[in-house]
């Protein structure tokens, strides 16, 4: 069965690498200037090629961005249902070799945390977990669902792979999107990160947009994980998958998020350094690319450059995200995924997005117009 494998394989990492570094200023002009931009054109515009051409990149994004989404940002809040984890993942606190306190959230607790976000206005959650198949499997997230939905409109989630039957059976638990990030598009960097348990499966985690796609998702959220490796690269991988979901699963919608490798317990320093204006550049290139496509920004950046980015592309943004299970309201104390950058409340993003002239929208697009 065809999935995006097949057309990975068509590509060598050396060559795309050589690629994107021999675009020109001519190149990033040609791009520039196109109606319809192509792959080819987002190689020029991630390239070094494109450095001198950011404050324009960034106009037109800005342009593109009003025209198709307007003066709103869509708000969303993640919840951590459980650090409990399986996997050996180099830049993760919730690794399995990490000997911290694991907790996974009860009913109750689930319920505490989503009350707590209610009140904060959040109609959109996020629910995420560590990968662990017996205790946080397809049976508990279909009851955490269940649980939630009297209080969101829109419930995604962000865990371990699933396949394809177990997505149908969310969905039809009302389930509205999934998140799933391949962390990296190199299989040799890859395995070096993932060196134990389902996640160490490379082209398992590849074919699960496929298996989304399949089971008939409204959306599917993709990205690579910053810093692993040659940034760049993994950006123009990460689009060609988009094109290759959109094309394929055309009645999906989709979305990219960018994070970048903060800080955990236990530490990974970033293979390839990303600065923000590198950040900049590679999401401002990707709205050039796509007009339709949600670009999502979390906590993990700071709130100098989130104040900054919000007119620039990115339609979706993250505000007083806890990272541990519990985070909010059970138990503030266990230990996070990650460290998160701007700490700044719900209100005070709000208070930010209105005084930059854009409103904040607590449910999905779909469900708000």
Known sequence: MSSFKHTLNKYSWDDVQQSISAKTEADVHTALQNGKRNLEDFKALISPAAKPFLEQMAQQSRIITKKRFGNIMQMYAPMYLSNECQNICTYCGFSMTNKIPRKTLSDSEIIKEAEFLKSKGYDHI???TGEANKTVGVDYMCNAVKVLRPYFSNISIEIQPL????YKTLIENGLYATLVYQETYHRETYK????KGKKSNFDYR?????RLGKAGIHKIGIGALLGLE????????????LKYLQKTYWKTRYSISFPR???????LEPKVEMTDSDLLQVICAY?????EVELSISTRENEVFRNNIVHLGITSMSAESKTNPGGYVVESQ??????ISDERSTEVIAQMLSGSGIEPVWKDWEKSW
Request: aromatic content about 10%; charged content about 30%.
């Open 206 to 210: 590849l074919e699960t947009a496929d």
């Open 261 to 267: 490798l903060r800080p955990f317990s236990g530490g």
């Open 334 to 339: 266990s230990l996070e995924q990650f460290e």
């Open 287 to 291: 709205r050039l690319l796509d007009e």
């Open 163 to 166: 396949d394809q039957d177990e």
């Open 126 to 128: 996020l629910l995420v």
């Open 192 to 195: 070096i990160h993932h060196p």
């Open 230 to 241: 040659d940034w760049r690269v993994d950006s123009f991988f990460t689009a060609l998958h």
